[in-house]
């Protein structure tokens, strides 16, 4: 969600920079650096799991730390006054993430609810 919503005020800046000349949009990366963390250099995408007993499987507390990072985009300029700001693909970039967003959102309520209703339930 934070990296949701650090996304949301990075794409906001782009757009209400549309106009500056020399701005650089700026982007943000969390997903794939999140990937990286979980499946590592792994071709397949695959989580590997390794078993202590064959009637067991291990538990290990998976411990992330991957963060949203903002940069420069620097590598097109859609303009002549070098802004590369195209106000379309910021928009639907926008869409996209309040999309994102609100998914998690849903999904992180439905969680507490299954929770609570857990603890709640008296083991009925």
Not at 34 to 57: N, Q, V
Not at 77 to 100: F, G, P, S, W
């Amino acid at each position: 969600m934070t990296a949701a919503s650090i996304r949301q005020e990075v794409i906001a800046n782009n757009i209400a920079n549309v106009n500056t000349p020399n701005y650089r949009k700026s982007v943000v990366d969390f997903e794939s650096l999140l990937a990286k963390e979980i499946y590592g250099d792994e071709p397949d995408g695959k989580l590997k799991m390794a078993r202590t007993h064959d009637k067991h499987l291990p538990f290990v507390p998976l411990n992330f730390h991957a963060e949203p990072t903002i940069t420069q985009d620097h590598s097109t300029i859609m303009r002549v006054d070098d802004n590369n700001v195209d106000i379309d693909v910021e928009m639907a970039t926008l869409a996209k993430n309040q999309l994102y967003y609100n998914a998690i959102v849903t999904e992180f309520g439905g969680h507490i609810s299954r929770l609570k209703g857990a603890i709640t339930s008296n083991g009925q």
